[in-house]
């Protein structure tokens, strides 16, 4: 995962162009397997790679931005994030993430909503990621029907204020089932207020 998102902040350079959560037009990417239904809604400019029984990662072509959606099997059917976040143990996620992003700190957590589903949430850092620059990662995850979808986003630090939005707004649209419609936190040009 790292060197995908390496590929993908330098191939963006210097070149961050703003990442509306606005957007006018958005992607859809459905799983058309019924055993790991998901929809995932998304900026038109990302493109995605994957899924078909693997994981899924959006890129953004234009800024150091990138999520991964990943669907398995999960035996214990009484998780919930609430109790997730009770027992979340900073430690071991600053010692597990800091495999790949060294110096992993973590932040904030919490629960946040998809569409339908609450999800324990997480946000973290890194500056000394293998990137060259400092990341932000927001992590959720949540389980339903005994599958367990975990949503991650990494971004680099600096675009934060360009680059979250759009995150956001991913995570507010993401849904547990394949037929979910779009859209949490957008509004469409066409309903935008006229200047007066």
Request: charged share 15%; net charge negative; with cysteine.
């Amino acid at each position: 995962m790292a060197h995908r998102l390496a590929a993908i902040v330098v191939a963006a350079g210097a070149a961050i162009v703003p990442v509306a959560a606005s957007a006018q037009s958005m992607n859809v990417t459905r799983s058309i397997f019924a055993d790991q239904p998901y929809t995932l809604i998304y900026p038109e400019a990302m493109v995605a790679v994957g899924g078909a029984g693997e994981p899924l990662t959006i890129n953004h072509p234009n800024a150091p931005l990138q999520c991964d959606l990943s669907v398995v099997a999960v035996e214990d059917t009484s998780w919930t994030p609430e109790d997730a976040l009770s027992s979340l143990d900073p430690e071991a996620l600053a010692e597990a993430w800091s495999e790949t992003f060294p110096g992993f700190t973590l932040g904030e957590s919490g629960t946040t909503r998809y569409q339908e589903d609450t999800a324990l949430i997480y946000e973290g850092s890194s500056t000394g990621s293998p990137m060259g620059m400092p990341i932000t990662l927001v992590h959720t995850e949540t389980v339903k029907n005994a599958r367990g979808y975990s949503l991650d986003c990494i971004y680099a630090t600096e675009v934060a204020e360009q680059v979250r939005p759009a995150v956001d707004f991913i995570i507010a649209n993401f849904a547990t089932r394949s037929d979910a419609e779009c859209c949490v936190g957008a509004t469409p040009e066409a309903e935008a207020t006229p200047a007066q």
